[in-house]
């Protein structure tokens, strides 16, 4: 993808842009996640979906999937999964709905909602103990809307809100460490990437109760500013180079899943990316790129020693 392209797709209003079409984009990491997970998880599911790309899969009545799909609003998608969770429990308690019936409910988000929007109304609702399975595919800003900053965006990536020379100033929020402090069933992050990883998680976080996050980074061509045909090897850069670790918690517990060894530098990973070519061109920015390799350094010495 060119960076002129790059940059009009950036420049776009939403309803211009790929991801608010008719149908989603070639290569969305998101997507891919979902569909390996969907394997795993199978149609006894209601999914709640809260306002975002995915909620282009379904245009009502109908949906690509055998079971059931739900739309909330972005804040909402929680409070919603409580509200089919307490209908299934209802039936099944008046004998109109056989136990061995019952379903999974899974919310569905992006991480403007996950990490930002929707946040209260997850932390009351890993509070409340609700039976759920959150999973947040994690494109690292508002997709949908034209990749404008979430609380998910890495430090210095371009985004339609931070086109300036400097990119986004904030860094990404830990999610994991998060949910992991309201003490849920099950905390793990994932990649389409690394699908045998991700399918073991599924497995685990589908046999648990109670609260459940898998959380997902998903590598998406509009608004990271690369070739479709690139996903899947950007993914794998994410995790070799140690920026999206795959790791799970439980029990207060947390054990990482693939340590990368050894680790490839970070530029390795930015340096495909568009969102982040002016740390590149015109001149290296030495004292950015320097900085996100302390940090994720810092990350793998801290859980390594
Ligand atoms: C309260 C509210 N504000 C703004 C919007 C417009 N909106 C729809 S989808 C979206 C982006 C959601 O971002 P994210 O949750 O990361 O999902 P993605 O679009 O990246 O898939 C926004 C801002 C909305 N639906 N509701
Ligand atoms: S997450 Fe990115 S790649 Fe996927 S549909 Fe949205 S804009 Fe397109
Ligand atoms: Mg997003």
Redesign the pocket.
Known sequence: MSETHYRRMQDLPSTH????GTS????????HAFRELYDVLGEKSVVVNAA???T?LATYPFTPFRGSWLYTSMASAPAGAQGVRDALDLLIEKGRLPREEDLRVVALT?DGAAYGMGLASTSAAIDRGLDFLYVC?D?EGY??TG?QSSAATPHAARTATNGGPRGYPGFKKDLFAIWAAHRPSYVATVIAAEPVDLARKVEKAARLSGPRLLLAL???????GFE?QH?VEIGRLAVQSGVWPLKEWQDGHVVHTKTPRPRAPVEDYLRRQQRFAHLFEPQRDEATLAEIQRRVDSYWEEVTT
């Open positions: 842009l790929l991801g608010t989603m984009c070639a290569g969305c990491g998101g997507l975002g790309c995915m282009l992006g595919y494109n997709g949908n990749q998903a590598p998406c061509p509009p608004g990271w479709p996903s």
